[in-house]
């Protein structure tokens, strides 16, 4: 049986939080609260409460391929995808792990962003204003530069700044008319169990345009 896929309309869901400059467009914002669980029920009826990724098992890698917005992206298949609709303005696609807590929350989401460069915007001082409004929120944990399927990037790890409820492992990648951001986001209590699946993930990520 094929794999749901949820579509959700941005103008459905609630604002989530104020603490990146406008960089961290509203869109990924809004995307974030899958984990604050502002979405409602997953479209993976099987999904169970659970505590991370402790029982073994064989993971098998679905590829997801966006050719509007030039990427692709595997995950794993039993990671529930929604897509979120927002037209020109750019492209959301998160995957949800199966497990959730008592909530119904998801443990773990990785999000991808694509939207089209903002205007004369320069791709290193915006990232430049985003850490400086992180390391004023205190909730920076590190910085670097990094490449991510051959592109330049910068790699954010910080703490969600309404408190340390959420780690978050935080991509933004430049290319010429797109600008991409990646982001794996977790319970900090099981954000280790699941690094590794999230890591496989964003190693995965290719821009095809």
């Given at each position: 049986?094929p794999?749901?896929?949820?579509?959700?309309?941005?103008?459905?869901?609630?604002?989530y939080?104020?603490?990146?400059?406008?960089?961290?467009?509203p869109f990924?914002?809004?995307a974030?609260?899958?984990v604050?669980g502002?979405?409602?029920?997953?479209s993976?009826?099987?999904?169970?409460?659970?505590?991370?990724?402790?029982q073994?098992?064989?993971?098998?890698?679905?590829?997801?391929?966006?050719?509007?917005w030039?990427?692709?992206?595997?995950?794993?298949?039993?990671?529930?995808?929604e897509i979120y609709?927002?037209?020109?303005?750019?492209?959301t696609t998160?995957?949800?792990?199966?497990?959730?807590?008592?909530?119904?929350?998801?443990?773990?989401?990785?999000?991808v962003v694509?939207?089209?460069?903002p205007?004369s915007?320069?791709?290193?001082s915006?990232m430049?204003?985003?850490?400086?409004?992180?390391?004023?929120?205190?909730v920076?944990?590190?910085?670097?530069?990094?490449t991510?399927?051959?592109?330049?990037a910068y790699e954010?790890?910080y703490f969600?700044?309404?408190g340390?409820?959420n780690?978050?492992?935080?991509?933004?990648?430049e290319?010429?008319d797109?600008?991409?951001?990646i982001?794996?986001?977790?319970k900090?209590?099981?954000?280790?169990?699941y690094?590794l699946?999230g890591?496989?993930m964003?190693?995965?990520f290719v821009?095809?345009?």
């Amino acid at each position: 049986m094929p794999k749901k896929t949820k579509k959700i309309k941005v103008s459905k869901l609630n604002s989530y939080s104020k603490y990146l400059t406008g960089f961290i467009i509203p869109f990924l914002l809004l995307a974030l609260i899958l984990v604050g669980g502002s979405c409602g029920k997953s479209s993976d009826n099987n999904a169970q409460p659970g505590n991370g990724e402790n029982q073994p098992q064989e993971i098998e890698f679905l590829t997801y391929s966006n050719n509007e917005w030039g990427f692709e992206i595997k995950y794993p298949d039993n990671w529930v995808k929604e897509i979120y609709e927002q037209g020109e303005s750019g492209s959301t696609t998160a995957f949800n792990s199966p497990k959730r807590d008592s909530e119904n929350r998801p443990e773990a989401s990785l999000i991808v962003v694509a939207f089209p460069r903002p205007g004369s915007k320069d791709f290193n001082s915006e990232m430049l204003k985003s850490i400086a409004q992180l390391e004023g929120s205190d909730v920076l944990i590190s910085q670097s530069l990094k490449t991510i399927s051959g592109h330049n990037a910068y790699e954010l790890v910080y703490f969600d700044s309404g408190g340390p409820e959420n780690k978050i492992l935080h991509y933004f990648v430049e290319d010429e008319d797109i600008w991409y951001q990646i982001v794996y986001v977790a319970k900090a209590e099981v954000y280790s169990e699941y690094l590794l699946t999230g890591q496989e993930m964003i190693d995965s990520f290719v821009i095809t345009k």
